[in-house]
């Protein structure tokens, strides 16, 4: 089946610094999703990404649709101490079919 | 309003119960999702209700039974669970096709004693 991979499975990033996580696939996707998820939350969306090579903001938050419709990236800038949580993308091979999850990346913030 | 609601945020059941965790949204999304999470893992697929009607079973166990009242209301009933069925369970909405991507509730957190 279709998988995502996300690595590392944690990071560890001072306050202030910024982080850039990847997403890849074996498979293309149309769609590309970045969520985050807080202890006891469910996730939310950070941003949802459809065309190669689309590069879309949020805030402090940029995300990139890869050229060959296999990978993505989230780059968070300034990092403080909320952005901590677990981030997952997510991606869509075509309109109504399910979404694959990455295993998601922990995030962890030093003040 | 952009919110997915499900009641209860905690629930504790024994292996003999029957239970409904109950999800609602007033988006006007026509498809509803339910996932199960265990911790530090990514959500997975249970259901899919589009249009309400049932268009996906991941091959959920039968005590595992959802239910799609309306278009706005989703229910997942519960009964003889077991303890490893114990997870922090996802409602979601969107609109069927791209352009509306999944909005998550924030889940009930079932613990099966």
């Known amino acids: 089946g279709q998988q995502l991979n996300q690595s590392p499975q944690s990071m560890f990033i001072q306050e202030g610094e910024d982080v850039s996580m990847n997403c890849t696939s074996s498979?293309?996707?149309?769609?590309w999703l970045w969520y985050k998820q807080e202890p006891g939350e469910g996730p939310v969306l950070l941003i949802a990404?459809?065309?190669?090579?689309e590069l879309t903001s949020n805030g402090r938050l940029t995300a990139q649709f890869g050229i060959t419709r296999k990978d993505s990236f989230l780059n968070i800038s300034a990092s403080i101490p909320s952005d901590v949580g677990i981030y997952f993308c997510?991606?869509?091979?075509?309109?109504?079919?399910?979404?694959?999850f990455g295993k998601g990346i922990t995030l962890s913030v030093r003040p | 309003d952009t919110e997915v609601t499900q009641t209860p945020k905690h629930l504790v059941m024994g292996m003999t119960n029957k239970k409904s965790l109950k999800c609602e949204q007033h988006m006007g999304h026509r498809a509803m999702y339910w996932y199960k999470q265990k911790a530090k893992k990514p959500p997975e697929l249970m259901f899919v209700?589009?249009?309400?009607?049932?268009?996906i079973n991941e091959s959920v166990p039968s005590r595992f039974s959802p239910e799609c009242p309306n278009s706005s209301l989703l229910n997942l009933h519960l009964h003889a669970l077991q303890p490893e069925d114990s997870a922090l369970y996802l409602c979601a909405s969107s609109q069927p096709g791209r352009g509306t991507e999944a909005f998550f509730g924030q889940g009930t957190r079932l613990t099966v004693v």
């Open positions: 997510a991606g869509r091979s075509q309109a109504n079919s399910k979404l694959t």
């Open positions: 498979s293309i996707f149309n769609t």
């Open positions: 209700y589009s249009y309400e009607k049932l268009s």
């Open positions: 990404l459809y065309k190669a090579g």
